[in-house]
């Protein structure tokens, strides 16, 4: 059974930096498409960045793409968001997501959902 953990928000001043990270407890992510996505306090949750299995495809959001990149490491069954140059717009709780289908992930449906990690960047 997946079940997915998030870890590494926090606070981080504005151009900071931070890792988020999502790992299973129970589960092989390695064939599953992953996810991170975000929601601000009144606002709807947006997909941030995505990849496929091994990698093949990946896709970041436009307003952190050359920011943020995404990545997994099926050894250790983690996926990984590493966030640069952080502005205050980035602050919102962000929940990490798998699903065996990379079009259904991408739409925000997928089965498997963290229970999130707050990041705040402050000016």
């Known amino acids: 059974q997946i079940r997915l953990v998030e870890s590494g928000g926090g606070s981080a001043p504005v151009g900071g930096s931070l890792r988020l990270s999502c790992t299973s407890s129970?589960?092989?992510?390695?064939?599953?498409?992953l996810g991170w996505f975000r929601q601000a306090p009144g606002k709807d949750r947006v997909r941030v960045a995505a990849v496929s299995p091994n990698s093949r495809s990946t896709t970041h959001r436009s307003d952190v793409k050359g920011r943020f990149e995404i990545f997994r490491d099926d050894a250790t069954n983690t996926l990984y968001l590493l966030m640069n140059d952080l502005k205050p717009e980035d602050t919102a709780t962000y929940y990490c997501?798998?699903?065996?289908?990379?079009?259904?992930?991408?739409?925000?449906?997928?089965?498997?959902w963290g229970q999130g990690t707050q990041v705040t960047v402050s000016s």
């Open positions: 129970g589960g092989d992510l390695s064939m599953y498409s």
């Open positions: 997501s798998a699903d065996q289908t990379f079009g259904r992930l991408m739409t925000g449906m997928g089965d498997y």
